[in-house]
């Protein structure tokens, strides 16, 4: 089982940076990570993941500003929050994929830490 801990958010203006960490108890050497956000009265979504062999994806709305890294060998996953906008408020979710009987999914997620942009 992996326990996954987030940190780094907080209350910026727009345009301002933030970096937020996700710190895992056990090893997620061999496992896709994935950073999500869910903003008030919105679904939870998918912002960035980056595979175990260092694939990444973006979605569209923060691609050329967000960038999602990952240390084995420290066993945490980062993102990097550049430009950012009122729009990209929201709880920021850390989470690592599992594997059930050939299925894929993020299986174990953080507490998450609270963005906050301000206009």
């Known amino acids: 089982q992996v326990q996954l801990v987030e940190s780094g958010g907080g209350l910026v203006q727009a345009g301002g940076s933030l970096r937020l960490s996700c710190a895992a108890s056990g090893s997620i050497f061999s496992r896709t990570l994935g950073w999500f956000r869910q903003a008030p009265g919105e679904q939870r979504e998918l912002v960035a993941r980056?595979?175990?062999?260092?694939?990444?994806y973006y979605q569209d709305s923060v691609k050329g500003r967000f960038t999602i890294s990952r240390d084995n060998a420290k066993n945490t996953l980062s993102l990097q929050m550049n430009s950012l906008r009122p729009e990209d408020t929201a709880l920021y979710y850390c989470?690592?994929?599992?594997?059930?009987?050939?299925?894929?999914?993020?299986?174990?997620w953080g507490q998450g830490t609270q963005v906050t942009v301000s206009s």
């Open positions: 980056i595979s175990s062999v260092y694939n990444t």
């Open positions: 989470a690592t994929e599992v594997a059930s009987s050939g299925t894929y999914y993020f299986g174990y």
